[in-house]
């Protein structure tokens, strides 16, 4: 219950609701426009920081390197054609089935696996995440602000107020939001009607540069108003509640998409296909059932989507704990695209499943000459040699990454365990405060920031940057108090 509720907040409250949809005109930033003077940059980020921040106490992300590697890649070729491609972004996603994707001030776009599960293809997925990229370039929170300043710029420092009290109580914040918004709501619906329809617009310009298909919006909404006439009550998808879908909407979005016919498509659709199948797996709340569909399904034969049906298969196997069959299948994969780096992961993780870490490592070595920055791989080799009793090894590994500019929790995680395991616990804490930072636990990131000064020896160097690390990260607390 608690995680619906940060979740609903976030898309209710961020981009507030919509009862209904109409032709709206494109409203583009103007120049000079004072967006931005009521919150600066800086402050927008670390506003979308706090939430993230909140998020991850509250919700337990999908922590698989290879969807989450996939997810990026995707996100970030959709910021590379954007109108704000040096903004920094991070794409996260939320284990939940319901169909869904949210954007938070300073770039922090989440996505329910229930998204990509009910996508068809890979350009859809990719349309409602050029939807969501285009609500931060665009700054649609601020500029909502800013028209709620001119009439009130008190109400709207109560608002922004509101919608942080929501980052750290979620029941409180809705309180707080709903009483300073009581006075203004038709003002905001009018305000977010053209937001939604400029996002649209900017979403298709994105898709096309991107190399998708702009066809893949309208397709994607259609599909999502048809299947919304079997829902009732609160059963309502959450993406229909905060980006409703009317047929004047869907109808704009064909209008537009034929101006932008299919021109050297360039999606990955196997790679697509296979992390549905690993997520619609890593989800699935019956096993053995979920194997008899793939069973069914691969006796007919009659599946366009065949390759990635078996792999799931296997990888359904390997979750039920037949490693022999698991194996068997995914070696049929390997035989027919033995360069498709999924499959090689699988085959690993069968093995390290199995207990046997060697052969496991044999199989990471070999793809790190074919994918040396692959980060998935990486970090799948990290664990393994961590289990091996090598951290040396997983230790280098695990900074290349943070060169390549992977800094995610879960690598600052493993660099604290692998520094410990190598017998030098001042860096050992240091690495495990970054974790802490970055899933906002400030207060435990200071302390191990304190004992790893107190184990610092000999390295003026070291302890002077670890010093200067201290008093950033306090500066960040008081910053988040104050907020």
Known sequence: MRKRIVITLLTLFIWPVVNNSHAADIALPEIGDSAGSLISPQQEYRIGQAFFWRLQQSVDLVDDPEVNSYLNRLGQRLVTHSDSPSLPFHFFMVPDTTVNAFAAPGGFIGVNSGLLLTSQQEDELASVMAHEIAHVTQRHLIRSFEKD???????????????????????????????????????????????????????????????????????????????????????????????????????????????????????????????????????????????????????????????????????????????????????????????????????????????????????YQRNQRLYPDDHALSMKQAVVLLQSRLPEQASTLLLEQLELGYRSAQTYKLLAQAQSDMGKPSEAHSWLAEYYYSAGRLEQAIDQLKLAIKSARGNEYQLAKMNARLVNVEAALAQLKAL
């Open 149 to 363: 300043q001119q009439s009130s710029l008190p109400r709207t420092a109560a608002l922004i107020g509101a919608i942080l009290l929501a980052t750290a109580d979620p029941e409180a914040g809705a309180a707080a939001i709903t009483v300073v918004q009581a006075s203004g709501v038709q003002a905001r619906i009018d305000h977010t009607r053209a937001h939604e329809a400029e996002a649209d617009n900017l979403g298709m310009l994105n898709l096309v540069r991107s190399g998708f298909d702009a066809q893949a919006m309208p397709t994607f909404f259609e599909r999502l108003q048809q299947s919304s006439r079997f829902y009732t009550g609160n059963a309502v998808p959450e993406f229909l509640r905060s980006h409703p879908v009317t047929t004047s909407r869907i109808a704009e979005a064909r209008g537009r998409a034929v101006n932008y016919p299919l021109t050297g498509q360039r999606s990955d659709n196997l790679q697509f296909y296979l992390m549905r199948e690993k997520l619609r797996v890593m989800s699935a709340t019956n096993l053995a059932e979920l194997q008899q569909h793939y069973l069914n399904v691969i006796t007919k034969g009659n599946n366009r989507n065949d390759v990635a049906v078996r792999y799931g298969y296997g990888l359904a196997l390997l979750a039920m704990g037949d490693y022999n069959k698991a194996r068997a299948e995914i070696d049929a994969l390997i035989a027919e695209d033995d360069e498709r780096l999924s499959y090689q992961l699988a085959a690993a993780d069968i093995e390290v499943a199995r207990g046997r870490l060697a052969e496991a490592l044999n199989i």
